[in-house]
């Protein structure tokens, strides 16, 4: 089973930054998208930013300027740098990579990390 290990969530002010790191537990060959999720209490979950094989990267609306997603292939690591964070980015944060296993479509979730903008 493929597993995900995120880290470096925690409690950060408003304007400081922050950067989490999602990494494997084994080496998968066919990933095709890797990307950050969050859901905060009473929300659906969202899309924060997403990175695709080919260097395709999209950020939700309200992160774009502030959040950077990148990653690291050799480490089969994706992170998530989190520059002026606000109040409501407050939420558990979830990592997610798609890939192709078998030649079938499968994902793996992350087991979150509770990230909390507060002064």
């Known amino acids: 089973q493929v597993q995900l290990v995120e880290s470096g969530g925690g409690l950060v002010q408003p304007g400081g930054s922050l950067r989490l790191s999602c990494a494997t537990s084994?080496?998968?060959?066919?990933?095709?998208?890797m990307g950050w999720y969050r859901q905060a209490p009473g929300k659906e979950r969202e899309l924060v930013a997403s990175?695709?094989?080919?260097?395709?990267?999209n950020y939700a609306d309200s992160v774009k300027g502030r959040f950077t997603i990148s990653t690291d292939n050799a480490k089969n690591t994706v992170y998530l740098q989190m520059n002026s964070p606000k109040p409501e980015d407050t939420a558990v944060y979830y990592c997610?990579?798609?890939?192709?296993?078998?030649?079938?479509?499968?994902?793996?979730w992350g087991q979150g990390t509770q990230v909390t903008v507060s002064s």
């Open positions: 997610n990579v798609g890939y192709w296993r078998r030649g079938v479509r499968s994902e793996t």
């Open positions: 084994r080496s998968i060959l066919s990933i095709y998208v």
């Open positions: 990175i695709t094989s080919g260097g395709n990267i």
